[in-house]
Structures are given as structure tokens and as C-alpha cells.
């Protein structure tokens, strides 16, 4: 299994609307890309490690795929919409990663 | 729930032993925190967003608890030892993250 990372970086004058990305935009995307995307996940960020410090990423989303494979094939078609919608919640540029799940 | 997400930099020299990382450090800190810990996954970076472009995260460890405080309370008698681990995989500085887990 292959987990998608969306991170929005926590910097001064970012924007970010946490119930539009978990109410309309996340579910927008679970139901382009289909059966390919196994689950997916929200997070807000509330703090950094050191105590007072700030969190890292404003917001985090991860979506779950059988493999690199099947998220490019899923996603593809889509991506135009789904980016469309970024500045409907955001005005920040997410951070992405593939990562293999290991446990 | 919050999510406690350790994240290690994948700058150019980093070392991360990722088996290490999944049968050793993470039982461990499993073991220690104990019930309050409710689970916790491993991720092995792979790739970035754009073509070609490395992640931005060698590994990364979430770790799920009932609240902050809860994760406080369970970690800070074991952290000295939990820390003193890190170089046996890794001589990357994780940055650590607190979230809420929305959805």
C-alpha cells in the first residue's frame, strides 16, 4: 500500500479552511478518483515538537492506493478539476509525497 | 484523536535504517507508551509530487492518541530513553508535528 501526503505549509499570511477541505474538497476527490483510493485521512495542525512552536503544515490530507501506479492512472484524468479547486480553501502550495507503508 | 507525526528530513548524507526504524524503534516506543499510544503507522518515502523529485521525507512515524496531554503524560517518563535511540538508525533531526485528526 502507497500513502499520498498533501502538506500545506504552516508559513505567516496563510490562508486555510479547514471545513471546506474536509467537507467539500477531500470528498471531491475520494469521488473522482474512485475505488482506486482505498481511504484517506484530515489533519489540522496544532503544534510543533518544542513547546509554543508552531506546527509545520497548516493542514495534512493522505490517500491511501494499491500502488504509484494506480494513483497516477486515477488521478490523471482529474487533475486539472481537483487543483481547480485548491483556492477555494487555501492560498498556500502543498508539499507532496509518495511514501510506501510499512506499518 | 491527535496525531503525533515525526517526520525525518531526507537531506543529501541522511542515513535512515528503515528495518531498524520498524522492528526496533517503533516496538519500543510502542512498549513504553502503552495504552495511551492507540496505534501507530510507518511510512518509507518515495517520491515527491513533481516527476523525478526525491521526497521530502527519508520516513516518517505517526503515532495516535486520545489527546495531547495524553501523549504528553505517557512520553515524557520514557523520553530520554526513546531519544537516545534515534542514532541507531538515523542521523537525521525529525520534525515532530501535532494534529487533529478530522476526518
Redesign the interface.
Known sequence: M??V?V?YPNKPGARFD?DYY?DKH?PLVKARLGEACKT???????????PGAP???VA?GHLYFDS?DAFASAFGPHAQEILADIPNYTNTQ??????????
Open positions: 502507497i500513502k501526503s502538506m479547514h474536509r477531500m484517506y485521512t484530515v489533519d489540522k495542525g496544532l503544534a510543533g515538537g518544542a506546527a509545520t503544515y495534512m504509484a502543498p508539499t507532496i509525497q509518495i511514501s510506501d507503508v510499512k506499518a
